[in-house]
């Protein structure tokens, strides 16, 4: 009589990424997002090389802050709504979880996998949209790369970790897939913004405990000098007191992101039953 040994976690992990990975291949959704990425990057690609604006062509630097910078996030943002929206919620929806709980594979690895497959593709989205801006630069500046670039692209890489944290989050949170989607959509293109803005204008506290907010490093480290981390504006009687995150504070509410909404969506997974 033949004994099967059950795959460890990180076998199950693995199997379950590079089973994501084709899902998303055959689904054609990296390719939808991958065609997203190339456009904006050919977008800009044809209004900077027609319209020339001195923001982008001062220097190298202020090419990547007014490129990079102000783009950057929202890749990321579409990328962990596209990989990242439904990656759990659909197990629900679709009933596929129902089948592959029952198979000797941990929650956990299950979770993982999905996860780290958001990840890998993701990643590969803004690695194609970093060509793109690579290729401008050089042809406008040559081989310049200001290390605060590299420094901004690793931010960015940390902004994607967080986003899906808090997009698998709210995957495992509901059971349907697009009021997950709707939730992160809403949240992270409108209301996270939104309510900063409002912060900023009427409470005049700094919105430390905002996503949004910890991503600014990513385009505050391509300014020089760095931003001053509280500045004011008067308009006659009003005073606008706004905030520029720091790095190390950038860096730790993001981390502190995707731990607490790592953990919370892995916990929420665990528990759900599925009928």
């Known amino acids: 009589m033949s004994n099967h040994k059950i795959p460890s976690s990180i076998a199950q992990t693995f199997t379950i990424t590079k089973f994501e990975l084709l899902n998303y291949f ?28 001195s923001g982008f062509l001062t220097s190298s630097i202020d090419f990547y802050s007014s ?9 990321v943002i579409l990328s962990g709504i596209f990989f990242g929206g439904d990656a759990i919620s659909g197990e629900f929806q679709n009933k596929t979880g129902y ?20 990840f890998i593709a993701s990643f590969m989205i803004i690695v194609a949209f970093l060509a793109i801006t690579v290729l401008n630069n050089f042809y406008y500046f040559g081989f310049n790369m200001p290390y605060q670039f590299l420094e901004s692209f690793l931010f960015t890489v940390l902004y994607l970790i967080s986003v899906l944290g808090l997009t698998f989050f709210f995957s495992s949170l509901f059971k349907s897939s697009s009021i997950a989607i709707l939730t992160t959509v809403v949240l992270m293109l409108f209301a996270f913004s939104l309510i900063q803005n409002l912060i900023d204008a009427f409470v005049h506290i700094e919105p430390w405990f905002l996503i949004t907010y910890g991503a600014g490093i990513i385009g505050n480290i391509l300014t020089v ?25 950038g860096i730790a509410i993001l981390a502190a992101y995707f731990i607490v909404t790592a953990i919370l969506g892995l916990v929420l997974f665990e528990r759900k039953e599925f009928n």
């Not at 997203?36 to 319209?51: D, E, N, P, Q, R």
């Open 67 to 75: 490129w990079w910078g102000t783009s950057a996030t929202y890749i």
């Open 99 to 118: 089948f592959t709980v029952g198979n000797p594979i941990r929650r956990s690895s299950i979770y993982a996998g999905k996860w780290f497959a958001a």
């Open 225 to 249: 000098p760095y931003p001053l981390h509280t500045s004011t504006v008067h308009f006659g009687h009003v005073a606008i007191t706004s905030y520029a995150v720091t790095v190390p504070e």
């Open 26 to 53: 055959r689904s054609r959704r990296f390719i939808i997002m991958l065609g997203i990425g190339v456009i904006i990057g050919a977008l800009l690609t044809l209004l900077v090389g027609h319209y020339r604006p």
